[in-house]
C-alpha cells in the first residue's frame, strides 16, 4: 500500500533522554567526528554497519525500536512519527515491522565517543554510547548567557570570544571585582532583568550574574557566580559576595557552579546572594527612586 507523499521537512532529532541532539556540535566550532575505524579485507567494518544504522530522515544513529518498510528500508522510529508512517524512499506504507536483524547487529558494534575530536578517545558498545556521551567531559559547553536563549555551543576558549564579540559581556582581569546596579524603576521586577560579567581569575573564567525575579510572590534580586568549566574543577574555587550600606551588610560564601547546570537551575535552588527588594531599597539609600546596588566579591583557589 502506497502512502501520499510528505512534503513535511524531516529534520529531526531523536529523543533527548537517549541521545545529545546532532545540533549540539552542528552550532559549534566542532562537527561530528569520523569514528576512523576500519574492518579486515573482505569484510564490512564498523564503519560500514554504522551506516546501515544511521538513519536516512534525520541522520542520527538508530537505536531500538528500528522500523523497516515492506521493502527492508529502515528509519529510527522518531521518523517514523515525523514522515506519518509512510516510507520516505519507496512511498510504502510503514506498519509496525521492527528490523530486528539490525538491532541484533547493533550490539556487535563498538564504536568511539562522538567527542573524539574533542578529546575522547573512548570507545563504547554501540548501546553504551549515548549514555556516555551525554555525561561526556569533552562535550560541548552550552553559551551561558541565559537571557538571549543562546544555542551557541563551543569549547571555554570560544565560548570566552562569543560572549565578547556577539553578547557585549564585559570582561575584567582579577579574582576582586565591585560592581554597581543600578535601576531606574525598582518597582519593576521581571524575571527577563538580568546581567552578566565575565572575570579572568587564576588563568579560569568565571560569570557574574545579577538578575531581579520574583520569589514566589515577593521581589528579589540575585547575584550569583558560574564557573566556565566542569563541577569538580568549580570545586576548587570558592567565592564571597558582599552587599550593604550605612553600616548594614549582606554577605555570601559559596562555590561557583559550573556552567553544565544552566542559568535557571542556579537561579530556582537559589545558590547565591539573595537581597529581598526592600533590602535593596534600603542599601539604596531607601528613597525608593532608584536602585543602586554596589556588590563587592572575590575569588579564591581552595
Not at 523497516?68 to 515525523?82: A, E, F, I
Request: a neutral charge; proline letters at 6%.
Amino acid at each position: 500500500m502506497f502512502c501520499k507523499e510528505v512534503t513535511e521537512s524531516c529534520t529531526t532529532s531523536m529523543d533527548p533522554d537517549l541521545a545529545t541532539s546532532s545540533a549540539e556540535l552542528g552550532s559549534s566550532t566542532y562537527r561530528k567526528a569520523d569514528p576512523g575505524l576500519g574492518g579486515n579485507p573482505g569484510r564490512p567494518s564498523n564503519n560500514d554497519v554504522q551506516d546501515l544504522l544511521e538513519c536516512p530522515v534525520c541522520m542520527d544513529l538508530m537505536y531500538p525500536p528500528i522500523y523497516q518498510c515492506p521493502s527492508g528500508h529502515t528509519l529510527c522510529s522518531n521518523c517514523k512519527v515525523r514522515v506519518h508512517n509512510c516510507c520516505p524512499a519507496c512511498r510504502h506504507e510503514l506498519g509496525n515491522i521492527r528490523c530486528l536483524a539490525l538491532e541484533k547487529v547493533a550490539e556487535s558494534l563498538e564504536l568511539p565517543c562522538r567527542y573524539q575530536i574533542l578529546g575522547c578517545h573512548d570507545i563504547f558498545p554501540y548501546y553504551s554510547k549515548l549514555k556516555h556521551e551525554k555525561n561526556c567531559k569533552y562535550r560541548p559547553y552550552n553559551c551561558p548567557y541565559a537571557g538571549a536563549d543562546c544555542s551557541v555551543t563551543g569549547d571555554i576558549p570560544f565560548l570566552v570570544m562569543h560572549l565578547k564579540n556577539d553578547h557585549k559581556v564585559d570582561m575584567h582581569d582579577g579574582c576582586s571585582f565591585s560592581h554597581r546596579y543600578v535601576k531606574s524603576n525598582p518597582q519593576e521586577v521581571g524575571n527577563a532583568t538580568w546581567m552578566l560579567t565575565v572575570f579572568n581569575c587564576f588563568g579560569r573564567q568565571f560569570c557574574l550574574h545579577f538578575e531581579a525575579f520574583l520569589l514566589g510572590m515577593a521581589p528579589v534580586y540575585m547575584a550569583f557566580l558560574r564557573f566556565m568549566g566542569d563541577e569538580d574543577e568549580a570545586k576548587q574555587f570558592s567565592y564571597s559576595l558582599e552587599v550593604g550600606r550605612n553600616g548594614r551588610k549582606l554577605t555570601w560564601q559559596g562555590i561557583p557552579r559550573s556552567i553544565r547546570d544552566s542559568h535557571k537551575k542556579v537561579r530556582d535552588s537559589q545558590d547565591g546572594l539573595i537581597i529581598q527588594r526592600n533590602l535593596a531599597l534600603l542599601f539604596s539609600g531607601g528613597d525608593k527612586q532608584e536602585l543602586k546596588l554596589k556588590i563587592s566579591g572575590r575569588i579564591w583557589k581552595e
